[in-house]
Nanobody
Framework: QVHLKESGGGSVQAGGSLRLSCTAS????????IGWFRQVPGKEREGVAG???????TYADFAKGRFTISRDNGKTALSLQMNNLKPEDTAMYFC??????????????????????WGQGTQVTVSS
């Protein structure tokens, strides 16, 4: 069973940066989708960035140019570097993984229902 655990959330002012990390146990890095999702209370969970296999990354439009997803070399960990944060980036951020071929067709950005393994989430709060 895949076990995911996020860390690195916190509070920051607009324009600041945060780096999220997700440790992944028993995840098949070569074959599946792993990525970051976020959710604001009352809204649907949405994809932020995902990696297919070892290094094919896809970003949501709001993340392009500001966020970078990467796999930590030699480690079973996934990172999300977030720069130029905006108040609308405030959300709970989750790490998730799946072996679903449907998710691969969506560039590992969803659908949320295709993801079988989730971390507990880490809160990111951006103040104006």
């Amino acid at each position: 069973q895949v076990h995911l655990k996020e860390s690195g959330g916190g509070s920051v002012q607009a324009g600041g940066s945060l780096r999220l990390s997700c440790t992944a146990s028993n995840y098949a890095w070569n074959n599946g989708c792993i990525g970051w999702f976020r959710q604001v209370p009352g809204k649907e969970r949405e994809g932020v960035a995902g990696i297919l296999g070892r290094d094919s990354a896809t970003y949501a439009d709001f993340a392009k140019g500001r966020f970078t997803i990467s796999r930590d070399n030699g480690k079973t960990a996934l990172s999300l570097q977030m720069n130029n944060l905006k108040p609308e980036d405030t959300a709970m951020y989750f790490c998730a993984s799946t072996g679903s071929t449907v998710a691969r067709g969506f560039g590992c950005l969803g659908p949320v229902k295709e993801y079988t393994d989730w971390g507990q989430g880490t809160q990111v709060t951006v103040s104006s």
